[in-house]
């Protein structure tokens, strides 16, 4: 939409190609990544030669892979972030959309998760049209009480900070959002 759409009372949604690239690349990269993590786990095996290695090689290589894999993502937000606090503007925007979930059975294991999903608009600097932005946290069943403090936190009509930059936004937060909201 272009700023003359964004001055007649509509709010812009903040994204940019990269967001595109970002969640095609990281589902591409999740297979590679735990593919990797399967043929050390195979590596291990063959080098040992052991009968136990053998038979829990594919359970643990998947644990680790995917506890490896968490840490992958939260790098590359830190990362993100801190590249948008170095480059971009910090501003503040008001929560227009707030809600938590609790999405039943679909965690690891089938346990629950709780979903924080929130939308905040903004004037943005460079056009001065209303932009908004929208990110969603997922916790387990064990952090309600944290899933429930954010919701609360980031309440519809409370201020939250947020870092721009062009057609990116994030919500300047210590939780690291969805995989897909990362970039």
């Known amino acids: 939409m272009s700023g003359a759409g964004a001055e007649m009372g509509r709010s812009r949604k903040m994204i940019g190609p990269m967001s595109l690239v970002w ?3 990281v589902a591409v990269a999740a297979v590679a990544f735990m593919g990797g993590a399967l043929n050390l786990g195979a590596a291990i095996v063959r080098w040992t030669g052991s009968q136990l ?4 090689f594919l359970p643990v290589s998947v644990v ?12 590359a937000w830190r990362l993100r972030r801190n590249y948008l606090r170095h480059n971009g503007i910090a501003m503040s925007a008001v929560v227009v959309e707030s809600d938590l979930r609790c999405k039943q059975g679909l965690g690891v294991l089938n346990f629950d ?14 056009s001065g049209g209303d932009a ?5 946290f997922f916790y387990p069943q064990c952090r309600e009480v944290k899933a429930r403090a954010l919701a609360e936190r980031l309440s519809v009509g409370s201020s939250v900070p947020i870092v721009v930059r062009k057609n990116y936004a994030l919500f ?7 995989w897909a909201d990362i970039w």
């Open 64 to 75: 680790l892979g995917a506890g490896a894999w968490m840490l992958v993502l939260a790098a």
């Open 172 to 178: 300047d937060i210590p939780k690291r959002p969805v």
């Open 23 to 25: 969640t095609l690349g």
């Open 53 to 56: 290695a053998m038979a829990l």
């Open 113 to 126: 998760l709780w979903q924080v999903k929130v939308e905040a608009e903004f004037p943005h600097p460079d």
């Open 132 to 136: 908004r932005v929208q990110k969603q």
